[in-house]
């Protein structure tokens, strides 16, 4: 909404919450969110086309164009448990456009959602019976975290779907001349409903198939002393595969990935197709063994214990340049070591610890009642010196640039020996560890010992 306020000065663009306190961090200086390049965004049209405000009626009232962007996590109960969309807050968002609606509106659909979702939100905007004329438009976001302002800036494209008939294509006109503020039109795409709503599950299902591809060669490289950037390199200059996205990891975490397709996995089973549910689901089956693997080999090589052992994690975010720890695997190596009763020490230089001890407790069920020594045996340090400070061992586990420059020999002068250091992002120079005395081992690369024998 920043970036539409931003290139569309004509427009008025409100933001409503029914959280008191977001809103009044969104009307502050310091912004819920990081994200770069935000906040200049921000500072530069708040109070004057773009306003953040709790007077949701009244706004609804206002607008003609309501993009639906609430939150639409996987179900954690019920029919659909662990795979089908939680659509609670979509459907409640809708009842109340239903209510309070006078004059015909456009209502976006910018949250993910299922496809087939905008028939439901038809029947709810239907069944008021008020009379008001309704568009659905589905305009799904393909923004990611930590890049999201330059990917806002200059899309790759802007996906619209929506109704066929006259009216339908007259709502999607108008949205479409919103982007073409400063969005090329050619790179904005209209489409039916459904397909719109089905492309940002694939797009994102796609994606994520890409890591879990490379992850699962990145397990045979490490068997054969083939190194998996090596092959990623290889064959990403191939233009039908393409070099992006091939970066082997620790697996992939955020928002998206694993929701959507568990979602689509859901969606497929329902329409009784069990073999393509299958198929999306085995690359999350995969991003789980990706995790799992990494601790094993952790504590493998620490000689089949880690009990008691001080552990330093290097990040905690799902990826760098981001705060959030959605699905991030650290808090899967994190479980799996304090299950081993190892003392995990975590050093990221923007996780929040309030958001990192919530992650244990949405993802992993973890709370201080079911696990009493949480608070000792996971704990954070904003000095990655002090976090290394007499560990066994160094796990990287989000790729952030500040981790490459730390002086190493200081940290391994200060570190339980043998020294260990995992890099679940393949960011560090291993050679010069390997050179200063750590024992290196990383995501699908010949073996540890200098000189890869
Ligand atoms: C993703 C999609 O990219 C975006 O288009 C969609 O709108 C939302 O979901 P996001 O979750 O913000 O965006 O991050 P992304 O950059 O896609 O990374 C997702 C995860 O995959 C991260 O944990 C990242 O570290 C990991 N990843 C990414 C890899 O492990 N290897 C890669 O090569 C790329």
């Given at each position: 909404m920043a970036m539409i306020a931003k290139h569309c000065p004509h427009i008025k663009v409100t933001v409503v919450d029914l959280s008191v306190r977001r809103i009044k961090q969104w009307n502050s200086?310091?912004?819920p969110i990081f994200e770069p390049g935000l906040d200049e965004c921000i500072q530069a049209v708040r109070g004057k086309n773009l306003f953040f405000s709790n007077e949701i009626d009244k706004n609804i009232d206002e607008s003609d164009i309501i993009f639906v962007a609430v939150n639409t996590p996987t179900k954690v109960y019920g029919m659909g448990k662990g795979f089908a969309s939680n659509l609670t807050n979509l459907e409640k968002a809708a009842r109340n456009i239903a209510k309070v609606a006078k004059t015909p509106k456009i209502v976006v659909e910018k949250s993910t959602v299922p496809v087939k979702t905008a028939a439901t939100i038809r029947r709810v905007l239907d069944a008021a019976n008020s009379?008001?004329?309704?568009?659905?438009?589905?305009?799904?976001?393909?923004l990611a975290e930590g890049?999201?302002?330059?990917?806002?800036?200059?899309?790759?494209?802007?996906?619209?779907?929506?109704?066929?008939?006259?009216?339908?294509?007259?709502?999607?006109?108008?949205?479409?001349?919103?982007?073409?503020n400063w969005v090329p039109r050619a790179r904005i795409i209209t489409t039916n409903l459904w397909s719109s709503e089905l492309s940002k599950l694939v797009a994102n299902a796609f994606l994520a198939q890409r890591i879990s591809s490379i992850n699962s060669i990145s397990a045979l490289c490490e068997k054969t002393n083939a190194d998996v950037d090596e092959v990623a390199n290889a064959i990403g200059t191939d233009p039908r595969i393409g070099s992006k996205f091939l970066?082997?990891?620790?697996?992939?975490?955020?928002?998206?990935?694993q929701k959507d397709i568990l979602n689509l996995v859901y969606l497929c089973r329902?329409?009784?197709?069990?073999?393509?549910?299958?198929?999306?689901?085995?690359v999350?089956?995969?991003?789980d063994y990706q995790k799992k693997r990494f601790s094993l080999r952790m504590v493998r090589t620490m000689f089949n214990t880690v009990t008691g052992k001080r552990i330093a994690l290097f990040g905690f975010a799902f990826k760098k340049n981001t705060g959030d720890t959605r699905e991030t695997a650290a808090a899967y190596i994190a479980d799996h070591l304090l299950k081993e009763r190892a003392n995990v020490v975590v050093h990221d230089p923007?996780?929040?610890?309030?958001?990192?001890y919530l992650e244990f407790k949405y993802t992993l069920g973890m709370t201080p009642e079911s696990f009493p020594d949480m608070k000792r045996c996971l704990s954070s340090e904003r000095d990655p010196y002090a976090a290394a400070k007499g560990a066994h061992c160094i796990a990287?586990?989000?790729?952030?640039?500040?981790?490459?420059?730390?002086?190493?020999?200081k940290i391994f002068a200060s570190m339980a020996k043998p020294a260990f250091v995992f890099d679940g992002r393949n960011i560090l120079d291993h050679e010069k560890l390997r050179k200063i005395g750590f024992e290196v081992y990383a995501i699908g690369k010949p073996a540890a010992i200098s000189g890869g024998c």
């Open positions: 200086d310091d912004l009379g008001v004329q309704f568009q659905i438009l589905s305009n799904p976001e393909f890049t999201a302002m330059k990917d806002l800036e200059a899309p790759s494209r802007v996906l619209i779907g929506g109704g066929q008939d006259a009216a339908g294509l007259k709502a999607i006109q108008t949205l479409v001349d919103v982007y073409a970066r082997a990891s620790v697996g992939f975490g955020g928002s998206c990935f329902s329409y009784n197709l069990h073999e393509v549910a299958d198929y999306w689901e085995s999350v089956k995969m991003n923007k996780v929040l610890d309030e958001d990192m990287v586990m989000t790729e952030w640039d500040c981790f490459k420059t730390l002086d190493y020999e």
